[in-house]
């Protein structure tokens, strides 16, 4: 309504009429018109006035929110209507001003916080939580510095809280405490998420007591240093009963009463009849059956299995199956590891596992011990046989294979064959046969060999030793003629010539057509002499200087340049030359070279011709 009721003020009244003489006179007259200004029209305006007021304080505006909300001063008169779990704060009770209230409703199934501002209260409390579906009226107080709430923050109850013959569904504490000295009845206590805590007297006997009337059934002892959980009449549980502590009793017992299990003080465990489990397996601690038998059909799972200083007897009247699923059986004595077996990628290892212990294989040979086979684990596992080792296959050593001094190697029908004395020398009693390419070249001792008996030719091969204690190493026979051959003596001769004429406009290099050689040198040692001849004939054209220019190359590098030139002279004119140049190379190269010749002219309105055409490569020995 924006505003509190205030004071309506009639006016119009007339509260001095004029005297009446008691004259039958017209002013003595009552007229209706007079006595309607003098009351009645002043008490309608007043009424409507108050209707007006009454209209404008009674009107409730709602507004809904959805979040979070700070309410504003305007929201003087207003019902905020919260449909979602959230904070509504409230303006400061100072800026609110005096007769400021708002009304808050929660249409929500969570509670709604109503959150002060600044050091203001709200009915002492510096918050208030709003329930679902509950409706709350604030306003603010006479100093306008906290607020006033409709329902009280906190329900205190001093005497007995009755609901009369209601049911109350729900009671939410909103995990505070309820304090009570005398009964409550419940059908249960249910948690809100999280444990539920019964808190119990310190230091008493009975803190905690459920009984039937005056019967004690479970009585919970706070006694210091003597808590405990007394149950006062049986136990009987329809699922695992879990103890992580002590079970303290004389014996354990069967409905007739008889003491099957008895547990002495000390903790031994007497069975009367013996133990029988159907189980399909069982877990013992450390158990003691005093030298009796243990007879079981399925299997049993143990940690281990430790004598009473006699020997462990395993009898099957099958086989025994050791099946470790961590791929180790392990081998002790006195708790020392000293070889185990292992499953390696389904390879089966034998390892002994003490630092420079050997396997050793024993037997007997006649009622005599022997010691057939050693393996030194102190020398890298080298095996020591006691006797002959014989072998149905072959027999291979990555390393050194080495037999007594003075011993033999051989066959089953010469064992003989090869007979290696003290000192290394080998003697065969057989003349050797060895593959062919099979000996090395470097192992090559020639000594009393056939002479060949015929003349020596180029495809013949010899030994020689490659710069003199390096490697053996094959060459032909025609090495050696290019070896002997004095410096300067011509090896080789190549040519290549065009009888006819090749002409060029260009004025860039241009290959002359059949003017190409190729040669390979018998020695790196070995220089190519290249010689070039032609006869040129070029045209002149007026005007213009004009040259004529042959290049020779070996495969792409320049080996020298020969031109011939005429000054400027008539157009068609022609001018004849002669050219002829030899180049002294060093290609330092045995693999195949080229060689060729270029030609060009300075002026692409000339032609150049090169006309009967000649290049000779000779190979000089170096």
Not at 112 to 125: F, K, L
Not at 408 to 424: P, T, Y
Not at 476 to 485: E, N
Not at 578 to 604: G, I, M
């Amino acid at each position: 309504m924006g505003t509190k009721w205030s004071t309506v003020s009639v006016s119009g009244y007339n509260a001095s009429p004029p005297s009446d003489d008691g004259a039958t006179t017209t002013a003595n007259e009552v007229k209706w018109a007079t006595i309607k200004t003098k009351l009645p029209d002043p008490l309608k305006t007043a009424l409507e006035s108050v209707v007006s007021k009454l209209d404008a304080a009674l009107n409730f505006a709602t507004t809904a929110k959805s979040g979070d909300y700070t309410i504003a001063t305007t929201d003087n008169g207003k019902v905020i209507d919260f449909t979602a779990s959230a904070t509504a704060t409230l303006p400061a009770a100072s800026s609110a001003g005096d007769s400021f209230y708002v009304g808050i409703f929660n249409n929500h199934s969570s509670s709604i916080t109503i959150a002060r501002n600044g050091s203001d209260t709200i009915s002492g409390a510096t918050s208030y939580t709003l329930p679902t579906k509950h409706m709350l009226w604030l306003f603010t107080n006479d100093a306008n510095d906290g607020w006033l709430a409709s329902q009280p923050v906190n329900l205190i109850v001093t005497g007995t809280l009755s609901a009369g013959s209601a049911t109350v569904t729900s009671l939410s504490v909103s995990d505070g405490n309820i304090t009570n000295v005398g009964d409550i009845a419940l059908d249960s206590i249910s948690a809100d998420g999280t444990d539920i805590n019964l808190a119990l007297t310190d230091n008493s006997a009975t803190a905690f007591t459920v009984k039937e009337g005056s019967t004690s059934y479970l009585t919970f002892v706070t006694t210091n240093s003597g808590e405990k959980i007394v149950f006062s009449k049986n136990i009987e549980a329809t699922g695992d009963l879990l103890v992580s502590g002590e079970v303290q009793t004389a014996s354990i017992g069967f409905t007739d009463g008889d003491n099957a299990l008895t547990i002495a003080d000390g903790g031994a465990v007497t069975a009367a009849a013996g133990l029988i489990s159907t189980a399909a397996s069982n877990t013992f601690g450390a158990t003691s059956f005093n030298d009796a038998n243990i007879s079981n059909v399925g299997s049993i799972a143990v940690d281990s299995v430790i004598n009473d200083d006699t020997n462990i007897l395993i009898d099957s009247a099958g086989d025994i199956t050791l099946d470790a699923g961590g791929a180790d059986v392990i081998i002790s004595d006195d708790g020392t590891e000293i070889g185990r077996f292992t499953n390696s990628s389904s390879d089966l290892v034998l390892q002994a596992t003490v630092q420079d212990k050997d396997l050793v294989f024993k037997g007997d040979d006649g009622g005599s011990g022997i010691t057939a086979l050693t393996l030194d684990m102190s020398d890298s596992g080298k095996a020591i046989f006691n006797s002959a080792i014989t072998s149905g296959g072959v027999i291979t050593s990555s390393s050194n294979l080495v037999i007594a001094n003075n011993g033999n190697i051989g066959s089953a029908g010469d064992s003989d064959s090869i007979a290696i004395a003290s000192d290394g020398v080998v003697t065969f009693s057989q003349a050797p046969v060895f593959p062919n390419g099979s000996i090395n070249i470097l192992d090559l001792d020639i000594d009393g060999a056939t002479d060949i008996g015929a003349a020596i030719s180029d495809a013949d091969l010899f030994i020689i030793d490659d710069a003199a204690g390096g490697t053996n190493r094959k060459t032909a026979a025609s090495r050696l003629k290019t070896y002997i051959q004095d410096a300067g003596t011509v090896l080789q001769v190549v040519s290549a010539s065009n009888t006819s004429t090749v002409n060029t406009t260009s004025t860039t290099f241009a290959d002359i057509t059949s003017i190409s050689a190729a040669i390979t040198c018998q020695s790196t040692s070995s220089k190519v002499l290249a010689m070039f001849t032609s006869d040129t004939l070029y045209s002149l054209v007026a005007s213009t200087n004009v040259t004529y220019t042959v290049k020779l190359l070996r495969d792409s590098v320049s080996l020298g340049e020969r031109s011939v030139a005429a000054g400027s002279g008539g157009g068609g004119l022609q001018a004849r030359a002669s050219t002829s140049f030899a180049v002294l190379d060093s290609p330092s190269s045995v693999s195949e070279l080229t060689f060729k010749c270029q030609h060009k002219v300075s002026s692409a309105s000339s032609t150049g011709s090169a006309v009967s055409s000649r290049l000779v490569l000779m190979e000089v020995a170096g």
